[in-house]
């Protein structure tokens, strides 16, 4: 479809679902989906959430539309009384719904391909605004539907709901539009940190807080940090950041996690990894195993609750636990030395706590851990931390420390 789109458009993106807005289902879609707008350079400004009002979904659809250059919408294209979101968007946009050859053929294929006819009620997802365009959905039934853009009211793409569905279909769509956008990452840095508070990066390196005539972007989240540059001053500042905290830097990419990098300093020296972890209950082994290929690095790991745990598994000895508690920098030692053995890694990190709201005393506090890292070879670090916020946030914050360390323990053992 021609187009006479600016290159980096404005858009917005309207969420709609009543279940979104009392609470039953939490948005996933304006998070997935600006990723891939962003990723093509186009910056979204708005996102709004409606519910299942045909009256609500135009007026929104209507107002969007005359500010922006693009509106993304999704939820309720589906088959039943309550997916009014195309017939909204055509009052919206003044045109009558029609019935699409096209949209028609592609659910006949669809179902043709499950091995059956389309049932009657499906083929109102046939009915689309006069001079739109339909766009087969790869992974769900009803298609995408594109609204090429005119004087005084920009493009519209309609989406399901289903996150799955939406976010195979956006770039379809995009591209039927002529919407393939410019590459945002040229001239863009990007460093990834750990262990490295705001407040101490920009201690560090205080251009950036008067960065002249560049774009940054400081994203905190459970100990790490996602900085993004842009512009004049961009090289300078990267370099001064590589200068002062180098180490704790994991990646130069969006796109690789700190699981991934940890995946590929261990495969790429052939070692094994193994965790036992107490008050994380088995949240870093599923971060570490979130990374697709862990099978090749990661061996597995002990969720050790209880001290019969980590004394029948780990063989913590129960002299040391009553001694020190479970919660020390001996228990964290005892486990991670105990795993390694049990599994036979070449590194293991452990993890215990108090991720609360009980169990505090007065010297050891909610939210204090002790962490521990093994190997290679004979390496041992242990930390013991206090993280603040409640159970969730702390738990949360061990995982990724513990992640932090395993990665400081093979980046260091790099250094000659
Ligand atoms: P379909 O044609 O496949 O029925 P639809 O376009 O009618 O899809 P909805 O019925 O609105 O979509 O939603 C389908 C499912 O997706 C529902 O379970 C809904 O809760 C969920 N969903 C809708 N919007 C979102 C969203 N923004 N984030 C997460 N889930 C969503």
């Given amino acids: 479809m021609a187009s006479s789109y600016r290159p980096s458009p404005p858009c917005a993106v309207l969420l709609v679902g009543s279940e979104l807005l009392d609470g039953r289902v939490g948005d996933l879609n304006l998070r997935l989906l600006s990723r891939i707008l962003s990723d093509r350079g186009i910056t979204v400004l708005e996102s709004r959430a409606v519910p299942d009002s045909a009256d609500r979904i135009s007026e929104a659809v209507a107002e969007l539309a005359s500010r922006y250059s693009l509106v993304v919408v999704t939820g309720g294209l589906g088959p039943t009384c309550d997916d009014v979101t195309v017939e909204a968007t055509a009052a919206a946009v003044r045109r009558p719904l029609e019935s699409s050859p096209e949209a028609e053929q592609m659910l006949k294929e669809k179902y043709r391909s499950w091995g059956s006819g389309v ?49 195979p279909l956006l770039p379809l769509c995009l591209g039927a539009l002529g919407l393939q956008g410019c590459d945002p990452s040229a001239g863009r840095r990007v460093l990834r940190l750990w262990g490295v508070p705001e407040s101490t990066l920009i201690e560090g390196v205080p251009g950036l807080q008067e960065p002249e005539g560049t774009e940054v972007s400081i994203l905190p989240s ?59 209950g088995g949240l870093a082994a599923k971060l570490l195993t979130d990374a697709p290929g862990a099978s090749a690095w990661f061996l597995g790991g002990v969720t050790a ?109 790099e250094i000659p």
């Fill in 222 to 280: 459970y100990g790490r940090l996602d900085i993004v540059l842009k512009g004049a001053s961009a090289d300078r500042l990267e370099s001064e950041i590589k200068e002062r905290f180098g180490l704790r830097i994991y990646s130069t990419s969006l796109d690789i996690s700190l699981e991934e990098t940890i995946g590929g300093l261990l495969a790429g020296r052939g070692l094994k990894l193994s965790l036992a972890e107490s008050c994380t």
């Fill in 119 to 167: 049932p009657p009620s499906v083929l109102r997802q046939a009915l689309i605004p006069r001079g739109a365009l339909p766009v087969s959905n790869p992974t769900g039934t009803a298609p995408g539907v594109v609204i090429s853009g005119e004087a005084g009211c920009g493009h519209i793409i309609l989406l399901p709901g289903f996150p799955s569905e939406a976010v």
């Fill in 305 to 413: 609750y209880s001290d019969s745990v980590k004394t029948a598994l780990l063989r913590v000895p129960g002299e040391l636990l009553e001694k020190h508690g479970a919660v020390s920098s001996e228990c964290a030692t005892a486990m991670v030395l105990g795993v390694r053995r049990l599994t036979g890694s070449d590194v293991a990190g452990a993890v215990t706590g108090i991720a609360g709201p009980g169990g505090a005393t007065p010297e050891k506090p909610v939210g204090t851990v002790s962490l521990a890292v093994s190997g290679p070879g004979d390496r041992l670090v242990t930390e013991d931390r206090r993280f603040r916020g409640v159970r969730g946030a702390i738990r949360s914050a061990a995982a990724a420390w513990l992640l932090g360390m395993i990665h400081g323990t093979l980046v260091e053992g």
